[in-house]
C-alpha cells in the first residue's frame, strides 16, 4: 500500500484523515477512548510534518441526518486532550461551518468535521451519491490518508470514493493493523489457535469455513458455542441457538475432522436462571443443561483446557468473548482466556486481540494491552480478513 512518505512534502497542505472514532458512549461521556488514542501517531505525524489536518469519522448509527447523541463533540474535546492541542468541531459535514473550519487551520492545527454518517450519501449503495459526497470531502484537501481500519471494509465515501479523487496513502494504524493480521493469515507459524467467541455464529460463517483449511486449533465459545453444542446433539435449554445454522455446524464438525483442524468445546458450562448480573448461577457439564437455564460462560474446567490448548501455540488470533464478561459472575472464562494468550505470548507466540467486544474485554478486564502481539481497532474489518476477503478500503489504496 502507498504510505504518507507517498505524499511529499505535506507542510501547508490540507489532508484528510479519515479515522474510526465510533467509540462508546454514556451519554456524552466516553467510556473507552482506545479508538481515538490509537489514530495519534498518524495525526502526530502529520502535525509535525507542518499539515493542516482534517478529520471526518462516524459515530453510532445515525439515519442519514444530523441527532445530536450522536455528534462527534464528546471525540472532539478527548482528541484535543490527548494531543494537547485545540481541536475545532466543525458543524457539517461538507457544508459552511467544514468550509470555513478548514479555511482558518494554519499548519500544524486539526479539525474535526461533524459525523460523517449524518450524510446519506456517505452509506449510499449508488455509486453516483456516493461519489458525490467524495468530491465535496475531496474539495476541502490536497491529499487523503486512510487511518480507519474499522471501516476499511465498508465501500463508503469517505473510505473509498474519496481515496481515487486526492493522492491517497495509508496510515500508520492501518499499516500497522493490516501487517499484524497478515501473520495470521499469510504463512502463520505453528500450532495455530483461533479462539472465537460472541454470540452468532451466523456473524462468524466465512470465517470459520476458512480457518478449517488454515488453523490447527478452533477453540469456541460465548453465545455461538451453543450451536455447537446442538450440532453434537446436546440440549442447550435457554441458550442462545441458531437453530437454522445446527446443519451448517455439522458440516464444519466434520469438515474440520477432515481436514486435521482440532476444534475445541467446553465440557463445562456456567448456567443461570436469567439474563441479568444477579442471577442464581451455577456450574454443569456441556451435556447437562437444563430446560429454561441459559449458559453465560464456559465453565473453569473448560476455561483451563482452553488456556493449555494455547501454551504451545505460535500464533494466535482472538475474536469474541467466551461469555458475558460484562456480568462479573460471567466473565471467568474471557478472563482466564486472556490470561492464556498473555502466557503465550510470553513464551513467543503472536498473538492478535480482533477488535470490538474482545478489545473491550482486554480493558475492562484489566490486562494490560502490552501483554498481547496487537490489539485490532476493527472488530469486522478484522474478522474479514482473518476470512480471505478483498477490502474495498484497501484495495483502493494499493499500488
Known sequence: MKTIDSLGDLRGKRVLVRSDFNVPLDGTTITDDGRIRAALPTLTRLRDAGARVVVTAHLGRP????????????????????????????????????????????????????????DARETSKTDAEREELAGEL?????????????????????VYDVAKLLPSAAGDLVLREVESLSKATT???????????????????????????????????????????????????????????????KGYLATAEENGVEIVLPTDV??????????PHDVVPAEGISEGRMGLDIGPASGAAFAAKL?????????????????????????TVAQGIVDATANGAFSIVGGGDSAAAVRRLGFDEAGFSHISTGGGASLELLEGKTLPGIQVLED
Do not use: C
Not at 464528546?74 to 468550509?99: M, N
Not at 453444542?229 to 445454522?245: N, P
Open 63 to 118: 439515519k442519514g441526518e444530523p441527532d445530536a447523541k450522536y455528534s462527534l463533540a464528546p471525540v472532539a474535546a478527548r482528541l484535543g486532550e490527548l494531543l494537547g492541542a485545540d481541536v475545532r468541531l466543525a458543524e457539517d459535514v461538507t457544508g459552511p461551518s467544514a468550509r470555513a473550519t478548514v479555511e482558518a487551520l494554519a499548519d500544524g492545527d486539526v479539525a474535526l468535521l461533524e459525523n460523517v454518517r449524518f
Open 138 to 158: 475531496a474539495e476541502l484537501a490536497d491529499a487523503f490518508v486512510s487511518d480507519g481500519f474499522g471501516v476499511v471494509h465498508r465501500k463508503q465515501a469517505s
Open 187 to 249: 504463512d502463520p507459524a505453528r500450532p495455530y489457535a483461533v479462539v472465537l467467541g460472541g454470540s452468532k455464529v451466523s456473524d462468524k460463517l466465512g470465517v470459520i469455513a476458512n480457518l478449517l483449511t488454515k488453523a490447527d486449533r478452533l477453540l469456541v465459545g460465548g453465545g455461538m458455542v451453543f450451536t455447537f453444542l446442538a450440532a453434537k446433539g446436546y440440549g442447550v435449554g435457554a441458550s442462545l441457538l441458531e437453530e437454522d445454522q445446527v446443519e451448517t455446524v
Open 270 to 279: 456456567v448456567v443461570a436462571d436469567r439474563f441479568a448480573a444477579d442471577s
Open 311 to 335: 501454551a504451545d501455540a505460535r500464533t494466535i488470533a482472538w475474536n469474541g468473548p467466551m461469555g458475558v464478561f460484562e456480568f462479573d459472575a460471567f466473565a471467568g472464562g474471557t478472563r
